[in-house]
């Protein structure tokens, strides 16, 4: 059932974004397309090895621990979601992939459940050879013999980093019987960033999934929306949003953050109520396969925005236009952000907040007290996904496949410089935008963000 049918009253701005709204589903890994990366990472690598880990979920209290997520790389390359996993990639040899996974005992299988054995996990996930994760170090001196070079995930994952200087060390004993140790480590994170930062379509399937579940978790929380419910509750009622439709749940901590609460740019204390009169910014993402979508929308608690709050919120729009304008081939984050600065700028001088024109304003950063962050980072399988920001001293061009957030805000500190009616206010708009061979597509396009699709769709749930 889509929001428009559920939605008898039927507004005319739900009708654009409803087909949007993806059917409940339970997320599955795409496990030829994890083959396909592998295979890809292998070109790359010739003769050298890449080891990776699944990681294991850290302790929350006492003994329990949180749900577990896999690394992203590892999952990114294996497809695998049980802890305690390791990848080997060793191309032109034999076995030239092989995972070393925990072998379950009754007890384990009684707590939690029956994972794959090793027959079911190489047929499944199509790796050569399958080990007990016991015998990793055992096995390592073999599987990395001859190899000089290898790829491993720098001071993030000690069972790797321990399991590989003992290999080293036994093949350098070894010496005498022919054995030849690695001689040269080298950090996987950058190998597998540089993968990452140009989405393939199994990549984009998921990413745009995520992004999907995203706008109808913020559709939900503004339908939510109404003076006098709690912080906590949207975020409950977005999040049950998410997971009712198969995502994994959020990707990030969520922020609801009602009036002031949105001055504080990772607020996810959630500890406030809903005031009529006062504005509501949420920033949440879903997680599908990994892969998280990351938007914001502010709008107005009571329905209405006053005309104070409209004027600013319309400056932090035109911002968000003018930053996805410029998400094009061969700009930049850097050019993105600007284009946004010069726009908020310009509006900062109608609100009478910033006497300069517009150059000076962005040389001298006379927006910073108004607007103190930047405007993008990348997105992926992290909300802050894996690729360089600078290459060669200057800012990474952008290229088709990249996808990164556009997030334009203004925030106004309770202060005599600005008008009463703006003190504490917040605004962030964020989209999720994709880098193509033409115009730049909005993949959070689902999440409305008119004044007027606002103001019909608040508190109409
Ligand atoms: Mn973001």
Redesign the pocket.
């Known amino acids: 059932m889509t929001s428009r049918t559920r939605d008898p009253k039927g507004s005319q701005c739900l009708r654009s974004y409803s087909w949007l709204v993806p059917e409940p589903s339970v997320a599955a890994p795409d496990l030829a397309a994890c083959a396909a990366r592998r295979s890809r990472l292998s070109a790359r690598l010739g003769d050298a090895a890449l080891l990776l880990s699944a990681g294991e979920p850290p302790t929350r209290s006492g003994d329990t621990r949180y749900r577990f997520r896999p690394d992203s790389n590892f999952y990114y390359l294996a497809g695998a979601a049980e802890p305690g996993g390791v990848l080997l990639l060793r191309p032109g040899r034999a076995p030239a992939s092989a995972l070393f996974l925990p072998v379950q005992d009754e007890r384990d299988v009684l707590y939690h459940g029956r994972r794959p054995s090793a027959d079911e996990a190489r047929e499944q996930l199509g790796v050569d050879a399958v080990f007990p994760i016991a015998q990793l170090e055992l096995e390592l001196p073999r599987l990395l013999d001859g190899i000089d070079e290898v790829y491993l995930p720098f001071s993030t994952c000690p069972v790797i980093e321990r399991a590989a200087f003992a290999a080293i060390e036994r093949l350098r004993a070894g010496d005498r019987r022919g054995e030849v140790a690695p001689t040269c480590l080298r950090d996987a994170r950058a190998l597998l960033a540089e993968d990452r930062l140009v989405k393939d379509a199994a990549a984009m399937t998921a990413l745009r999934r995520a992004v999907d579940i995203s706008a109808a978790g913020h559709v939900a929380a503004m339908r939510a929306t109404r003076p006098g419910r709690l912080e906590l509750e949207i975020e409950a009622l977005l999040e049950h949003e998410f997971r009712r439709r198969g995502a994994s749940g959020p990707g990030y901590e969520t922020i609801v953050a009602a009036g002031i609460n949105a001055n504080t740019l990772h607020y996810t204390a959630a500890r406030g109520a809903l005031a009529a009169g006062d504005l509501l910014l949420v ?1 949440a993402g879903a997680e599908w396969e990994l892969f998280t979508g ?1 938007i ?1 929308r502010t709008f107005p608690i009571g329905g209405r925005f006053t005309p104070a709050q409209r004027d600013a919120y319309e400056i932090a729009l035109a911002a968000n236009e003018a930053g996805i304008a410029a998400t094009v081939v061969g700009s930049s984050l850097d050019a993105i952000h600007e284009a946004c600065l010069r726009v908020l700028c310009d509006g900062l001088r109608t609100l009478g907040l910033v006497q300069a024109g517009v150059d000076e304003a962005i040389e001298e950063e006379l927006y910073k007290p108004y607007y103190p962050h930047k405007t993008s ?1 990348w ?1 992926g399988a992290d ?2 996904d894996v690729g360089r920001y600078t290459v060669q001293g200057r800012a990474q061009p952008l290229r088709a496949g990249f996808v990164l ?1 556009v ?1 334009p805000g203004l925030y106004f500190p309770v202060t005599e410089e600005v008008p009463a009616e703006l003190r504490g206010v917040g605004i962030r708009i ?1 989209d999720d935008v994709l880098v193509t061979a033409g115009a730049p597509e909005v993949l959070s396009a689902g999440a409305p963000k008119r004044v007027a699709e606002l103001e019909a769709l608040v508190g109409q749930g």
């Open positions: 920033d990351d914001t980072h997105l909300v802050h957030t997030e964020e």
